[in-house]
């Protein structure tokens, strides 16, 4: 099954960096580095483990996980506000939505693995991955006190759940591991790709006053 690929731990380390730049641009101190950066590396998976029954959940059981978040968050503060500013390019925060998708990608896999493995439906196993994918970079937005990525119009929800269930379909139609983790993996991440370069999002519902 798609959970013996290991792309939990890689998925973490991105999204933390999502945090970290996300600290830098809010002007936090080192602890709010360390915090939003474990926040966005292990939200997501820790609601999936939660909902799923999982106990203990994933990073207390084993701690790797969060120290590598706290590892991410003190070299992006290290590297000063210069080099970060560097890191981020010419236009501001393209560095972040770019690791935003990667980790966004990573995670829609990992996560539907996970709940596969926990013996949950088909249907249920893509929205979980779903979830993994989409919860850690909300709870980094509410915390840093930006408007979440999901309430933008943005086509974001969306790109983690197309590639929950593309890896969830091969997966059921036969195909081996390695190629259903790879589909799922590369339609999430161009479909955030094409919003990102695009400016692609969603149709919102007009507001009233």
Same mark, same amino acid.
């Given at each position: @099954?798609?959970?013996?690929?290991?792309?939990?731990?890689?998925?973490?380390?991105?999204?933390?960096?999502?945090?970290?730049? @996300?600290?830098? $641009? *809010?002007? @936090?101190?080192?602890?709010?580095?360390?915090?939003?950066?474990?926040?966005?590396?292990?939200?997501?998976?820790?609601?999936?483990?939660?909902?799923?029954?999982?106990?203990?959940?994933? &990073?207390?059981?084993?701690?790797?996980?969060?120290?590598?978040?706290?590892?991410?968050?003190?070299?992006?503060?290290?590297?000063?506000? *210069?080099? +970060?500013?560097?890191?981020?390019?010419?236009? =501001?925060? $393209?560095?972040?939505?770019?690791?935003?998708?990667?980790?966004?990608?990573?995670?829609?896999?990992?996560?539907?693995? *996970?709940?596969?493995?926990?013996?949950?439906?088909? %249907?249920?196993?893509?929205?979980?991955?779903?979830?993994?994918?989409?919860?850690?970079?909300?709870?980094?937005?509410?915390?840093?006190?930006?408007?979440?990525?999901? %309430?933008?119009?943005?086509?974001? +929800?969306?790109?983690?759940?197309?590639?929950?269930?593309?890896? +969830?379909?091969?997966?059921?139609?036969?195909?081996?591991?390695? &190629?259903?983790?790879?589909?799922?993996?590369?339609?999430?991440?161009?479909? =955030?790709?094409?919003?990102?370069? =695009?400016? &692609?999002?969603?149709?919102?519902?007009?507001? =009233?006053?």
């Amino acid at each position: @099954m798609l959970q013996h690929i290991p792309f939990e731990a890689i998925g973490v380390a991105v999204f933390a960096l999502t945090g970290a730049l @996300m600290a830098a $641009r *809010k002007g @936090m101190d080192p602890f709010g580095f360390a915090l939003l950066a474990t926040l966005t590396g292990v939200g997501g998976g820790t609601v999936r483990d939660l909902l799923i029954g999982i106990r203990p959940v994933f &990073w207390v059981g084993d701690p790797r996980d969060v120290l590598v978040c706290l590892v991410v968050a003190e070299v992006v503060f290290a590297l000063g506000p *210069k080099r +970060v500013a560097a890191l981020e390019g010419g236009r =501001r925060g $393209r560095v972040l939505l770019w690791a935003d998708a990667l980790g966004l990608a990573l995670f829609c896999i990992t996560g539907t693995a *996970k709940a596969l493995a926990a013996g949950v439906p088909a %249907l249920s196993a893509i929205a979980l991955g779903t979830i993994t994918a989409t919860f850690g970079g909300i709870i980094r937005d509410i915390f840093a006190g930006t408007t979440p990525l999901v %309430l933008r119009q943005e086509i974001y +929800v969306t790109a983690a759940a197309l590639g929950a269930a593309v890896a +969830v379909t091969l997966q059921v139609i036969g195909i081996p591991l390695a &190629w259903a983790a790879a589909a799922g993996f590369a339609a999430a991440f161009t479909l =955030r790709a094409f919003a990102i370069l =695009r400016g &692609w999002s969603l149709p919102a519902f007009p507001t =009233r006053e």
